[in-house]
Every structure is written in C-alpha cells, then in structure tokens.
C-alpha cells in the first residue's frame, strides 16, 4: 500500500501562485510515473502534468494545454515528494487537485486524499 499525503492548497487570486505538494511513502525511484489531476464541481478528472518513464535523473513530462507556460511539475527524491507550482492562476484552475503515482513493477496505481485550490477574487 502506498499512502499520499498533499498539501498547498488554498484560495488565491486571479494572477497569484501556489505551490501544491504530494509526499509518497515509497521511494519514487521504484514508480513509473507520478502525475497531478484535478477534477471541478460538475466536471470529470483530468490530467494536469504527470511524469513518466521515471529515471534516477530524469523523465519524460507532460502537461494539459490549458497549464502549459503556467505550471510547472518537479520532485525530489531525496524527500519523494512531488511537486507542482502553478502561477497565473486563474479562475477555471479552481478543482480539487489529486496526485496520483504508478508503480513500476506492479503497474498499481494511487491516488491522494485532494486538496482544494480555489482562485477568486
């Protein structure tokens, strides 16, 4: 089992930033990838960013064209924690925001409790 922990949600206004981070109790070198989703009221989960193809040193990342130039998706692996800075926010960015990661041997998959970002003025 593989437990999530997010956190750096919040409200913030049109045009401000927040950093939103998910720890992993598993090294993130044993994962295949690790990504960020979110999912507005009303609306189905979509991917954000992800990593994929995880290496030691590297990967291959991804983003939604809506957050593209806008966000940024990064981790550490010394805390296996990853990361995902979102600046310019705007409001079609609010949704409850959820990592998910891939294991790399057993191909299972987990997800994180969410956290809320809103942007409002």
């Known amino acids: 089992q593989v437990h999530l922990v997010e956190s750096g949600g919040g409200l913030v206004q049109p045009g401000g930033s927040l950093r939103l981070s998910c720890a992993a109790s598993i090294s993130i070198n044993r994962l295949y990838g690790m990504g960020w989703y979110r999912q507005a009221p009303g609306k189905e989960r979509e991917l954000v960013a992800a990593i994929t193809s995880i290496t030691s040193v590297g990967g291959s990342t991804n983003y939604a064209d809506s957050v593209k130039g806008r966000f940024t998706i990064s981790r550490d692996n010394t805390k296996n924690t990853l990361y995902l800075q979102m600046n310019s926010l705007k409001p079609e960015d609010t949704a409850v925001y959820y990592c998910?990661?891939?294991?790399?041997?057993?191909?299972?998959?987990?997800w994180g409790q969410g956290t809320q970002v809103t942007v409002s003025s």
């Open positions: 998910n990661v891939v294991v790399r041997t057993s191909s299972y998959e987990y």
